[in-house]
């Protein structure tokens, strides 16, 4: 029965749960969003390094025998895969929001100065001589 103003409610076509796996750009923002997820990770093993090195020397060489073990070096891996994913997708989205220059300088730039900022970190840690 239509409503007291007489228009017809449009028909809404139902969706499947996995309707953003048949189209290639939902796809992408749905990988490019669950990059989250391994950062979780990450930002997990940070903090609970931080919380062993505040309780002493024993738990922290206990932290560090952790994230030794082969299964936490490869999720680690995934996670730097991952910030690669998402600092790509988020240079390339950059220049259709803020068009100040050509989109392939602003993207060359953005991963100058992220190599920059990383060879700046490797050389204060001594990682780099």
């Given at each position: 029965?239509?409503?007291?103003?007489?228009?017809?409610?449009?028909?809404?076509?139902?969706?499947?749960?996995?309707?953003?796996?048949?189209?290639?750009?939902?796809?992408?923002?749905?990988?490019?969003?669950?990059?989250?997820l391994p950062l979780l990770?990450?930002?997990?093993?940070?903090?609970?390094g931080l919380y062993s090195l505040s309780q002493g020397e024993s738990?922290?060489?206990s932290w560090l025998a952790f994230m030794a073990q082969?299964?936490?070096?490869?999720?680690?891996?995934l996670v730097l895969l991952a910030s690669f994913?998402?600092?790509k997708t988020f240079f390339e989205l950059f220049p259709r929001v803020m068009p100040l220059l050509p989109a392939p300088l602003m993207i060359a730039g953005q991963w100058l100065?992220?190599?920059?900022?990383?060879?700046?970190l490797l050389w204060l840690f001594g990682a780099i001589g």
């Amino acid at each position: 029965m239509p409503d007291s103003a007489g228009a017809r409610r449009p028909y809404l076509q139902p969706l499947s749960r996995s309707w953003w796996l048949k189209h290639s750009f939902f796809l992408r923002y749905m990988l490019r969003e669950a990059t989250v997820l391994p950062l979780l990770f990450f930002c997990g093993c940070l903090l609970a390094g931080l919380y062993s090195l505040s309780q002493g020397e024993s738990q922290y060489q206990s932290w560090l025998a952790f994230m030794a073990q082969p299964w936490v070096i490869a999720l680690n891996a995934l996670v730097l895969l991952a910030s690669f994913y998402h600092a790509k997708t988020f240079f390339e989205l950059f220049p259709r929001v803020m068009p100040l220059l050509p989109a392939p300088l602003m993207i060359a730039g953005q991963w100058l100065g992220t190599i920059a900022v990383a060879l700046l970190l490797l050389w204060l840690f001594g990682a780099i001589g």
